[in-house]
């Protein structure tokens, strides 16, 4: 069974639109992040949360928000699409705190904005 | 900030060649590193971690080497075979109050029957 979920594993957007991506995980973990791939960047950080609480934000743009309603999910909304945003989001979580936790990576939602 | 600096950006080698990956990082007090490995359309899975009071690991068909002086991280694949072709990141442990990974660029490895 999947430890990190993440869906749509893939989405198709217009221009101008808003999607949500969504990630829940079930390994106890207390820390959550998002990270972008694309052929530009290969991993691009994000946003990193801990406890629930945004603790680091590499993203220069306030269309991506993430959403923590539950310790176990971090979802990531993306307003006005452009297609500049295709890439796949891959979400992953650890331990808060402890500088030797590997990260799990959820597989990844594939966006394409037409 | 941490930089990671991953080299080389493509590799083709030849089954039962090895492969050799390195990265190199900046700050001198990052002490936890890992490597990832990612099939094509797949996600990332830990291949291994490398805490500071290890230099050597080994993993089934690969060695891992930290050398803390020159502060470079390599992954050594012996006897590639087809199954390992992959992207391969090295990821550094920076402390920000949270930690979180600064990852290199990635290398697309290509194992040729």
């Known amino acids: 069974d999947p430890k990190i979920i993440q869906k749509p594993k893939y989405l198709v957007a217009v221009t101008g639109s808003e999607k949500i991506l969504i990630c829940e995980q079930y390994?106890?973990?207390?820390?959550m992040y998002w990270y972008r791939q694309s052929a530009k960047k290969p991993l691009e950080f994000m946003f990193s949360?801990?406890?629930?609480?945004?603790?680091d934000n590499q993203t220069a743009s306030s269309r991506f928000q993430p959403q923590s309603s539950k310790k176990n999910h971090l979802d990531l909304q993306i307003t006005a699409l452009k297609p500049d945003d295709s890439a796949t989001y891959f979400c992953?979580?650890?331990?808060?705190?402890?500088?030797?936790?590997?990260?799990?990576f959820g597989s990844g939602t594939r966006l394409l904005v037409i | 900030g941490e930089q990671v600096e991953q080299r080389p950006p493509h590799l083709s080698v030849r089954e039962g060649d090895s492969a050799v990956i390195t990265c190199t990082y900046t700050?001198?007090?990052?002490?936890?590193f890992f490597w990832y490995k990612q099939e094509p359309g797949a996600s990332l899975q830990l291949l291994m971690k490398?805490?500071?009071?290890?230099e050597i690991n080994e993993g089934q068909g690969f060695t891992v080497l930290l050398n803390k002086k020159d502060k470079r991280l390599s992954l050594n694949l012996t006897a590639a075979h087809p199954g390992d072709s992959a992207a391969y990141f090295c990821?550094?442990?920076?402390?920000?109050?949270?930690?979180?990974?600064?990852f290199g660029a990635g290398t697309r490895l290509k194992v040729i029957a």
């Open positions: 992953a979580s650890s331990q808060a705190g402890q500088e030797n936790s590997d990260y799990t």
């Open positions: 390994l106890g973990h207390n820390a």
């Open positions: 949360y801990s406890y629930q609480k945004l603790m």
């Open positions: 700050d001198p007090n990052s002490y936890y």
């Open positions: 490398v805490f500071s009071s290890t």
């Open positions: 990821a550094v442990s920076v402390n920000t109050g949270n930690y979180k990974y600064v």
